[in-house]
């Protein structure tokens, strides 16, 4: 029985569209290497596409999606937009090149070039919570799951 009701929450949710303020970034989700290269680029992780609804006034977050694409160019970037968020939409993003295709998808896009990740975390707050906290649940299940030392 838990199983059909997760599936049709599951089924529900898959046809909702975020509408209104979205906050829009991307993160890298995987083992946590010591060497080689962090954030965009960093190999064999799985890029997710992250969007925070916000309320009318853009200061508290209201829904989420977080959708896995295999590369993170615009053409995945436009399925993504086009399929989690309503046409007319207000999207804040950093200045990664990539989202400027959100322009096409008839959504209003507000971007701002950040040079910093701790700037990052002011413009975008909310997508970056929620980046943080898969995070922190993603290493304290790995931690749970190894053998003591």
Request: proline share 3%; with cysteine.
């Amino acid at each position: 029985m838990a199983h059909k009701i997760r599936k049709a929450l599951a089924d529900r949710d898959s046809q909702y569209k975020l509408a209104g303020i979205i906050e829009m970034d991307d993160a890298y989700f995987g083992e946590r290497q010591v060497s080689g290269k962090r954030g965009r680029g960093a190999e064999k992780k799985t890029k997710v596409i992250v969007s925070v609804k916000l309320d009318d006034w853009g200061e508290n977050p209201l829904f989420a999606n977080m959708s896995v694409v295999e590369l993170l160019d615009k053409e995945h970037v436009a399925e993504v937009a086009t399929s989690k968020i309503e046409a007319g939409s207000t999207v804040k993003t950093d200045g990664f090149r990539s989202y400027n295709v959100l322009t096409e998808q008839a959504l209003i896009h507000q971007k701002k070039i950040v040079h910093s990740p701790e700037n990052a975390s002011k413009y975008l707050p909310w997508v970056h919570i929620l980046i943080s906290n898969c995070k922190a649940c993603y290493v304290a299940r790995i931690m749970a799951s190894a053998p003591n030392i």
